[in-house]
């Protein structure tokens, strides 16, 4: 007879043997739950095998409907431990006080949209619609700037910023419609796509494309408030107008001042060739230019009023500069200068210098006023400008006024308006830019003079006076003040009594 073998065992429903209850390998079984268990080779009592499926714990039953679902639960082993239903909630509780299942009609579909839509292939819709909320769809691709191929056939409305198609007419944003009549992608055998834009100027504009290609740039449509200003940006050579007439005169017969009649010239077109004369305007001062004979060359100038310096400081402290514009860098100068100041002094005074690239000559001052200021010649040592100074950087003027009333510039190989127009003067208190010439000296009598003068402080040439004879003495007389003689009477023989 064979061995029977029986393994631990338990009739205790739910009872799992422990790791200490089991050697390696040996079984147990619990009877009430037809489960057999064992212990594996590291220790750890796992299930074998069972007898039949143990109770999930959930009812029995069918769960779901057409108004609830069912909501199930699963353990970490796949079971399902629980079944419930759950109510659905619908959004739409009636559709035209009807309830449940609905089956929509088409008059249903005409009553919501409020038209009769199309029904048929090639048909159109039909109806009114007058609710104030109905609209066509306006799609928002501000941030894109299809090309004409994007588009497929029909009508399309678009919100876009200024910045993506380039239509900048007021505000940031712009409407687009656009129509593309035939096809898709670059297919261009229904003709290009047009684009009609609506700023918030109030303008519409218009841009089209060929599909594969890109756009045109837009165009502003003209209306009744934009068409002068439309027309003045029309060129009239090429544009087909007879734009470039005016009272049958081309513009070239206005450009002719002997079809000049009426009217005052402004000063800024008073420039021009007169008799051998260029007369110009140097901002109101007068500017006189004259050719070198035997060329057409310019190459001296007569200026009235070069520059003038102005200042209402009661101290004003600086050398007064006076400065040529830049390529005025050689050359004989001639300048009169006047001036006035606040006290009393006349200043009036001729100097002139050649600078002829590598030193200054000719260096002359006739002074005419009742002051004789320092003034010297002098160059920006940077550029090689040339440049008048007056005083120092230490001198103190009081409200001084200073002008180059008359000036002759020449010897040089040309001469434009720049020369001139362009001069510069200031005060400056630093003249370590410069390099200047020495103070010019005036020169104390201009050639011979002849004839008596109606009044004088003093005589030309002083005179001597002497005495001879019982006395003796002398002394020199100019006429600038008294002359005291002091006499000597020497040896004095009164005779014998």
């Known amino acids: 007879m064979p061995n029977i073998i029986i393994p631990k065992k338990s009739s205790v429903s739910g009872k799992v043997p422990t790791a200490s209850q089991l050697a390696t390998g040996e079984l147990a079984l619990n009877l009430k739950d037809g489960t057999l268990y064992f212990k594996d080779d590291v220790g750890v009592v796992k299930t074998l095998a069972m007898a039949g499926l143990l109770d999930s714990g959930v009812t029995a039953g069918t769960y779901g409907s057409t108004t609830v679902v069912p909501q199930i639960t699963v353990d970490a082993k796949g079971r399902v431990t629980a079944v419930t239903n759950q109510s659905i909630a619908f959004p739409v509780m009636s559709v035209f006080g009807r309830t449940g299942a609905v089956t929509l009609g088409s008059s249903d579909v005409i009553t919501a949209l409020g038209f009769s839509p199309a029904n048929a292939s090639g048909a159109n819709a039909s109806g009114t619609w007058n609710n104030a909320a109905d609209r066509l769809f306006l799609a928002d691709t501000r941030g894109v700037n299809e090309a004409p191929a994007d588009f497929s056939s029909g009508v399309h409305f678009d919100f876009k910023s200024n910045t993506t198609n380039g239509l900048a007419d007021g505000g940031t944003y712009n409407g687009v419609l656009t129509l593309r009549k035939w096809g898709t992608g670059t297919d261009n055998s229904g003709g290009s796509v047009n684009q009609l834009g609506s700023t918030e100027n109030g303008n519409l504009w218009l841009r089209s494309g060929t599909p594969g290609g890109s756009w045109a740039a837009w165009k502003r449509i003209i209306n009744e408030s934009n068409l002068l200003s439309t027309l003045l940006t029309v060129d009239g050579a090429g544009s087909g107008l007879d734009a470039d007439l005016l009272d049958g005169q081309d513009s070239a017969y206005y450009r002719n001042a002997s079809n000049l009649n009426a009217g005052v010239v402004p000063n800024a077109q008073i420039s021009g060739l007169y008799d051998g004369i260029t007369l110009k305007l140097n901002s109101g001062n007068t500017v006189l230019s004259t050719t070198n004979p035997g060329s057409t060359a310019t190459n001296a100038i007569a200026v009235s009023h070069l520059a003038s310096y102005r200042s209402g400081a009661s101290s004003q402290v600086g050398a007064i500069v006076f400065m040529a514009p830049a390529g005025l860098n050689l050359g004989m100068l001639q300048f009169k200068v006047r001036g006035l100041l606040y006290n009393q002094h006349i200043v009036d005074f001729i100097i002139q210098g050649y600078w002829n690239g590598s030193g200054w000559f000719d260096l002359r001052k006739i002074n005419y006023g009742s002051v004789d200021i320092q003034v010297r010649w002098g160059r920006l040592t940077s550029t090689g400008q040339l440049c008048l100074i007056l005083g120092d950087v230490g001198t103190t003027w009081s409200y001084p006024h200073f002008d180059i009333t008359e000036a002759l510039i020449s010897h040089m190989s040309s001469i434009v308006d720049g020369h001139f127009t362009n001069w510069t003067v200031g005060a400056y208190a630093d003249l370590s830019t410069f390099t200047m010439t020495s103070y010019v000296s005036s ?55």
């Open 443 to 497: 020169v104390s009598q201009i050639g011979s003079l002849s004839g008596n003068a109606a009044t004088a402080t003093k005589l030309a040439t002083a005179r001597s006076l002497s005495f001879t004879g019982a006395v003796t003495g002398s002394g020199s007389f100019d006429g600038s003040g008294n002359l005291n003689i002091t006499l000597s009477t020497g040896d004095v023989d009164y005779g014998t009594l």
